[in-house]
């Protein structure tokens, strides 16, 4: 059997841009729903906690639909998940604006939605790309890719906010949806890829990413659910879904809270995606050069700090933007080093489903961000408690991913054995 040939520059150029694009739409839908929360609450009365809640399973869904679409990519290929991922992801969006009750919300945005962007998102296309790139180039174009998610919430952000104020939030949403069905031509950029063949024993190709020839899906999860580094990664990602998603859903409201138009909110946003362009870049670069499970100790540690530098200072539209551009450097450079350790630990084979089993994780911890601060904000009036807890967080995320192994797994005494 001929092996496939490797990649062109231009062919490698066109499956990053392509990857990159996806994301950019689909990231850009998903963290501005924010922004909705308080024009939905007006037209429906459903009330802020209601609302949070529909945010909260959208969160969960996101991520348990990544390790799902992950295994279908890797054995079918990613272009018909995003193929699929788009019509679901216009349909949730389009139909939300004619529901008015939570099960019609949960359902729309909840579901179908985030279900539709998960098709798109971050394990399918980072899986798609480093099982077809070089190793040299993986950590590149991960944070490239996740770059790509930054340059959606910079763009989209004002955007929305800005039809909203001029048209209407129905309008908006609407708009919202026409734009995601941009992501199925672009889908025939990830079409008719083949995995480039593995590298030969001794090479440094065969050392940067382990491979398991042989080993089934079934193997291969059973095996990392056991490695005590794996696991450090979901319980680290899990804390940065809880904070991400706090932010995301509730940032518009406490800007609310201060005193300030709604304006400030959606700058906030674009600057948080625009610094993060910034903060993907370097993590993808970095990740080359560093132990990847101390970019993530760093990062993590570094959100606690601006937490509490943040409760400390007046609450300004000043004190956002700058808040929000020291955050966006941190926001999402959390992936590439994320990304490459499951690599790293695991080979390229089912990049996909292990890394979307880590953005489970990371979901789960963003239904609680989202429903959360949603009941703190009922209960108590403001989000004193929630910022309090992100703290914590920040600082145990940190912690967590300091005992992480940077090396490659053994495979699992089934395979020896059948070698034997």
Known sequence: MNSPAPMTPRAAWMLILAASAILMITMGARLTTGLFLSPINTSTGLGVATISFAMAVAQLMWGASQPV?????????????????????????????????????????????????????????????????????????????NAGGSFGQFVFAPLMQAIIAGAGWVIAMLTMAATTLLTIPLALGMRGQKAPPPAAPGT???????????????????????????????????????????????????????????????????????????????????????????????????????????LLAPKTALTFYLFAGALGVTWLATVPPTAGLVGKLFGMRYLATLFGLTLLSHQ????FGAWLGGLSFVRFGDYTWMWYADIVLALAAALVNLPIREQKVARSAVLAAAKG
Not at 240 to 267: D, K, N, R, W, Y
Not at 364 to 367: A, H, S, T, V
């Open 364 to 367: 789960i911890g963003g239904f």
């Open 204 to 310: 440094p190709a065969a050392h940067a990413a382990p491979s398991a020839p042989g080993m089934t899906l079934t193997e291969q999860l059973r095996q990392a659910m056991r490695d005590r580094s794996y696991l450090c990664l979901h319980l680290g990602f899990l804390t940065c879904g809880f904070h991400i998603a706090f932010l995301v859903t509730h940032l518009p409201q406490e800007v609310a809270l201060c005193g300030l138009s709604a304006g400030v909110s959606a700058t906030a946003l674009a600057l948080i995606g625009l610094f993060n362009i910034l903060g993907s870049l370097a993590a993808g670069a970095l990740a080359n050069r560093y132990r990847m499970k101390s970019l993530l100790a760093i990062i993590y540690a570094s959100r606690a700090l601006l937490i509490v530098l943040y």
């Open 69 to 145: 679409f992950g295994a279908i990519a890797d054995k079918y290929g990613p272009a018909r998940v995003i193929v699929i991922g788009g019509l679901m992801l216009a349909a949730g969006t389009a139909a939300t604006p004619f529901v008015s009750s939570e099960w019609g919300l949960i359902l729309t945005m909840g579901v179908l939605s985030a279900a539709g962007a998960g098709a798109g998102s971050f394990s399918i296309l980072i899986g798609a790309t480093a099982q077809r790139l070089p190793a040299e180039r993986r950590a590149f174009a991960s944070g490239f890719i």
